[in-house]
């Protein structure tokens, strides 16, 4: 396949486009996920086989919750909660940006695996292959890797970016505050082995040793799951033919739970609620 259509494919794929700039240079990129969700996943449904859907209870007045009557609330501890309205989560949202601000660069081997989080690919824009293979060049040959920030979805970022093969990879990093130390896990004191001991181990690693890691090691374990999933489809045995549940007012029964989570992802904020809901739901909130 040609270079150009291969960056066609890979544009039409992607769901985040910009610059990645840093000093005089700012080189047009697409983003795409590295990672691809398996096949198939697993339901709850009903007894007869209906899809179930979730909804948001209040224990205090045992009822049930619309869109309009949900807070946002920042928990700071066990039974520390802070409701926080529209208006200041509103305030507190990055600068709307197209822009990887590459910050500095640093030697690919001094960021810890530990900080990453999720793997993105970043491909050349339009017009844009000439200068985006040179600093994948630059960034191989000096080992080098780039730390850079940048918005999406009303919320900021920290990256590291690294080139290999000619491709660059953008890793999410998680915070310092999000990982755990070795003194964490709370280690038993050091002591000294028995020299025997320490053959054994040795032999033993020696026994198991491989240059390098066997992509059919990496097997999903769920293939058993989706293969029998399958075989029953075929034999059109306990198939579930799912659709649209009415309420009772004859309206579609809507998954609050992933209204909530589209939303967010798309603004970072909820819809704005009454003043009379907004202050029953900060009590409910407070406790």
């Given at each position: 396949?040609?270079?150009?259509?291969?960056?066609?494919?890979?544009?039409?794929?992607?769901?985040?486009?910009?610059?990645?700039?840093?000093?005089?240079?700012?080189?047009?990129?697409?983003?795409?996920?590295?990672?691809?969700?398996?096949?198939?996943?697993?339901?709850?449904?009903?007894a007869d086989g209906t899809p179930l859907v979730r909804r948001y209870f209040c224990p205090v007045d045992e009822k049930q919750l619309d869109p309009d009557d949900l807070v946002h609330g920042y928990e700071l501890g066990k039974g520390k909660v802070v409701?926080?309205?529209?208006?200041?989560l509103e305030g507190l949202a990055p600068r709307k940006s197209r822009e990887i601000d590459l910050r500095r660069f640093v030697d690919r081997d001094s960021i810890d695996p530990l900080y990453f989080e999720r793997s993105y690919f970043l491909v050349p824009?339009?017009?844009?292959?000439?200068?985006?293979?040179?600093?994948?060049?630059?960034?191989?040959?000096?080992?080098?890797?780039?730390?850079?920030?940048?918005?999406?979805?009303?919320?900021?970022?920290?990256?590291?970016?690294?080139?290999?093969?000619?491709?660059?990879?953008?890793?999410?990093?998680?915070?310092?505050?999000?990982?755990?130390?070795?003194?964490?896990?709370?280690?038993?004191?050091?002591?000294?082995?028995?020299?025997?001991?320490?053959?054994?181990?040795?032999?033993?690693?020696?026994?198991?040793?491989?240059?390098?890691?066997?992509?059919?090691?990496?097997?999903?374990?769920?293939?058993?799951?989706?293969?029998?999933?399958?075989?029953?489809?075929?034999?059109?045995?306990?198939?579930?033919?799912?659709?649209?549940?009415?309420?009772?007012?004859?309206?579609?029964?809507?998954?609050?739970?992933?209204?909530?989570?589209?939303?967010?992802?798309?603004?970072?904020?909820?819809?704005?609620?009454?003043?009379?809901?907004?202050?029953?739901?900060?009590?409910?909130?407070?406790?």
């Amino acid at each position: 396949m040609p270079d150009n259509d291969i960056r066609e494919e890979a544009r039409a794929r992607s769901f985040w486009s910009g610059t990645l700039s840093f000093g005089l240079v700012s080189i047009p990129v697409d983003l795409l996920p590295a990672h691809r969700s398996a096949e198939g996943s697993l339901r709850l449904l009903d007894a007869d086989g209906t899809p179930l859907v979730r909804r948001y209870f209040c224990p205090v007045d045992e009822k049930q919750l619309d869109p309009d009557d949900l807070v946002h609330g920042y928990e700071l501890g066990k039974g520390k909660v802070v409701a926080l309205t529209d208006e200041e989560l509103e305030g507190l949202a990055p600068r709307k940006s197209r822009e990887i601000d590459l910050r500095r660069f640093v030697d690919r081997d001094s960021i810890d695996p530990l900080y990453f989080e999720r793997s993105y690919f970043l491909v050349p824009g339009s017009d844009s292959g000439k200068a985006y293979r040179l600093l994948c060049e630059v960034m191989e040959r000096s080992r080098r890797a780039g730390v850079a920030t940048f918005v999406m979805r009303e919320k900021e970022y920290l990256i590291a970016i690294f080139a290999e093969s000619g491709l660059l990879r953008a890793e999410t990093l998680r915070f310092a505050n999000e990982v755990r130390s070795s003194a964490d896990v709370g280690l038993p004191k050091r002591v000294n082995p028995d020299p025997r001991t320490v053959d054994k181990v040795r032999r033993a690693v020696a026994r198991l040793e491989q240059k390098k890691l066997s992509v059919r090691e990496l097997s999903d374990p769920h293939e058993p799951l989706r293969k029998l999933a399958q075989q029953k489809y075929r034999a059109k045995r306990d198939v579930v033919r799912a659709t649209a549940r009415q309420s009772d007012s004859g309206g579609e029964v809507i998954d609050l739970m992933e209204v909530l989570r589209r939303s967010l992802a798309e603004s970072g904020i909820t819809k704005k609620s009454s003043k009379s809901g907004r202050a029953r739901r900060t009590r409910a909130a407070l406790g």
